[in-house]
């Protein structure tokens, strides 16, 4: 922080692009002040948070599906591998033709990258099951749902964790992005307006409460992962 307000300062590196930090925790402090503000870190909290739920719910139910069904998993497996690559961003133009620069454009963006990182996972989950263990549970004849729930869910849980982990930073990445480009209100439009008027300090400022968001809801997801995986061998190593 300290080389950040006083190179800038110095000359070093052009403060018509790099502002010191102290102008840009000065423009964090008035941002902080408005309502507008905090309008925009809603709308991104809201578009993030209902993106990152229907990714996670339907990449959970999609992959215990696909992956606990040998048929499903070969036929779908080269449609997997083909569209899983394709970037959210390619999705863009399609997005605003559909939805111009409503809400849902953003939200297509942060579905799609994110049902991948969790389909991905829990497909691997799936996969790593005992066969044993699930063939003896059908051998007793219990019910689907019951094999699922008490054989294929434990082993697939570390593997939704991190799907969960992943998907939750992509999710926020793509919808900041979507809003800088399509224009959905929330604090990636903001940039974007900050940057075009020409109040560099106000972006940065605008940047860093992006990052700051990011890593919170990193240590949010970790923490999340380590309780409900507090009884997995590789949680209790970290711990102790």
Request: proline share 5%; glycine share 10%.
């Given at each position: 922080?300290?080389?950040?307000?006083?190179?800038?300062?110095?000359?070093?590196?052009?403060?018509?692009?790099?502002?010191?930090?102290?102008?840009?925790?000065?423009?964090?402090?008035?941002?902080?002040?408005?309502?507008?503000?905090?309008?925009?870190?809603?709308?991104?909290?809201?578009?993030?948070?209902?993106?990152?739920?229907?990714?996670?719910?339907?990449?959970?139910?999609?992959?215990?599906?696909?992956?606990?069904?040998?048929?499903?998993?070969?036929?779908?497996?080269?449609?997997?591998?083909?569209?899983?690559?394709?970037?959210?961003?390619?999705?863009?133009?399609?997005?605003?033709?559909?939805?111009?620069?409503?809400?849902?454009?953003?939200?297509?963006?942060?579905?799609?990258?994110?049902?991948?990182?969790?389909?991905?996972?829990v497909l691997s989950g799936v996969q790593d099951v005992d066969p044993v263990a699930e063939q003896t549970a059908?051998?007793?004849?219990?019910?689907?749902?019951?094999?699922?729930?008490?054989?294929?869910?434990?082993?697939?849980?570390?593997?939704?964790?991190?799907?969960?982990?992943?998907?939750?930073?992509?999710?926020?990445?793509?919808?900041?992005?979507?809003?800088?480009?399509?224009?959905?209100?929330?604090?990636?439009?903001?940039?974007?307006?900050?940057?075009?008027?020409?109040?560099?300090?106000?972006?940065?400022?605008?940047?860093?409460?992006?990052?700051?968001?990011?890593?919170?809801?990193?240590?949010?997801?970790?923490?999340?992962?380590?309780?409900?995986?507090?009884?997995?061998?590789?949680?209790?190593?970290?711990?102790?």
């Amino acid at each position: 922080m300290l080389l950040l307000d006083v190179l800038p300062r110095l000359g070093v590196v052009d403060r018509q692009f790099v502002p010191p930090f102290g102008d840009m925790a000065a423009a964090l402090g008035e941002l902080a002040s408005t309502q507008d503000f905090w309008y925009s870190l809603g709308d991104t909290l809201r578009g993030w948070g209902i993106g990152f739920a229907v990714a996670m719910v339907a990449g959970v139910v999609v992959g215990v599906l696909i992956g606990s069904v040998p048929v499903l998993r070969e036929i779908t497996a080269s449609t997997i591998e083909f569209l899983r690559p394709i970037p959210s961003v390619a999705l863009i133009p399609l997005a605003v033709l559909l939805f111009g620069t409503d809400l849902r454009a953003t939200l297509i963006l942060v579905i799609y990258a994110s049902f991948w990182q969790v389909l991905v996972q829990v497909l691997s989950g799936v996969q790593d099951v005992d066969p044993v263990a699930e063939q003896t549970a059908r051998c007793y004849g219990l019910r689907r749902l019951t094999v699922v729930r008490t054989v294929i869910w434990p082993t697939a849980l570390p593997y939704v964790m991190t799907g969960f982990r992943l998907a939750a930073t992509v999710a926020l990445v793509l919808e900041i992005t979507g809003e800088l480009i399509i224009g959905t209100p929330g604090l990636g439009n903001r940039i974007g307006l900050a940057q075009s008027g020409g109040q560099i300090p106000t972006m940065y400022a605008l940047v860093i409460v992006a990052g700051l968001l990011g890593a919170g809801m990193n240590a949010v997801a970790r923490a999340a992962q380590a309780r409900m995986l507090r009884w997995h061998p590789s949680i209790r190593r970290e711990l102790t």
